[in-house]
């Protein structure tokens, strides 16, 4: 910088200048046209310079904050650095071989007799940073690992549940028929010489009580695994799971093979989401929807009902939420009051 009182300038600078060369925090000294007059040799290091003089006389912006961190230019009028009553801000700046870092500086002007200076001391903040996304992710993990256990548990409580029911249905409902059945072939045969019209009656009982036994059967086959599923695929299911629901239920599900355990996850998911709707939503019409993109499965079953559904943690929704989420799944519940609900589950088909 040449010109009146250029000579005063650099020498307060100079003396300024030889107090910061050897602290450990990079400063740097710009005049009042923002041009760099002294770097120390933290400073140097940091933006990747060899020596002072490749930084001496050239303007700051221009130099290590001419570029935003997408590559694209920065005005110079926008720079918070030539403004050095701005403190304790964070930016990016830019090493001699163009790669970025971010920093925070924090700038105090000094007065020299050509106008006001400024002395700029940065952190490069990028170890920091780093630190803290490392922190979060591990916390985000643990976060997740904890729910997926909370979920498996429940999950497992869900499936001892299922199981106790079936073999309570079993017993009360087929087993008993069919043990009807024995006892009434067993007491016809004893009568079959001495009382044939009343040891014929007795096989059309029993005939009567296998029949029922089978259809019982078939009623758990069909909650544990429909066989029209398996048939004629998900579609289909939904379909003849319409018949049963008490309002209008609307599909649109993608023509699409998927594997048949994601497949019976995703009519389960349905037939459970459709069950609240019949319990809660007090709805008109219900739509189910399937949309396959970017290697994953989303699924929305939405109503017209009442809406006011909890967090997926609640109630009804729990079950749901674990079934999603052993998948490696998520699920999102949009239900506001009087407005219907929106269950919308994600899945991967990987």
């Known amino acids: 910088m040449n010109g009146p009182g250029s000579e005063t300038n650099l020498d307060a600078i100079g003396f300024l200048s030889s107090i910061l060369a050897g602290i450990a925090q990079p400063v740097w000294v710009v005049d009042p046209e923002g041009d760099i007059r002294f ?27 001419y570029k935003h961190p997408d590559g694209s230019h920065y005005p110079v009028e926008d720079c918070p650095m030539l403004r050095p009553r701005q ?85 009360d409902g087929a087993q008993q028929q069919f043990l009807n059945t024995i006892l009434n072939l067993q007491r016809a045969q004893h009568k079959w010489t001495t009382a044939p019209q009343e040891a014929l009656q007795l096989v059309k009982r029993a005939a009567g009580e296998a029949q029922a036994g089978i259809e019982g059967l078939r009623e758990l086959a069909a909650g544990i695994h429909p066989a029209i599923l398996t048939a004629r695929g998900l579609a289909a299911a939904l379909d003849a799971l319409a018949a049963r629901l008490p309002f209008r239920l609307e599909l649109q599900i993608e023509n699409v093979a998927l594997p048949p355990g994601l497949e019976s996850s995703v009519y389960f998911f349905c037939s459970e989401a459709l069950a609240n709707v019949t319990k809660h939503a007090q709805a008109q019409v219900a739509w189910v929807k399937t949309i396959l993109s970017d290697g994953h499965l989303t699924i929305e079953v939405t109503d017209d009902g009442v809406g006011g559904a909890g967090a997926p943690a609640d109630g009804a929704l729990a079950t749901l939420r674990d079934r999603i989420a052993a998948l490696g799944g998520t699920l999102e519940v949009t239900s506001p009051p009087s407005r219907g609900t929106k269950l919308e589950a994600r899945l991967p088909l990987t």
């Open 87 to 171: 403190t304790g801000e964070t930016i990016q700046f830019v090493r001699r071989d163009g790669t970025m870092f971010p920093v925070e500086y924090w700038s105090a002007p000094i007065e020299t007799s050509a106008g006001r200076s400024a002395v700029v001391a940065f952190t490069n903040i990028e170890a920091r940073r780093h630190l803290e996304r490392v922190t979060r992710e591990r916390d985000v993990a643990q976060a997740r690992a904890a729910e997926a256990g909370a979920a498996q548990r429940r999950i497992i409580e869900a499936a001892d549940g299922a199981r106790a029911r079936l073999a309570r249905d079993l017993h």
């Open 39 to 65: 770097a120390n040799p933290a400073a140097l290091a940091a933006l990747g310079y060899d020596d002072a003089a490749e930084l001496h006389g050239k303007p700051s912006h221009q130099t290590i904050h």
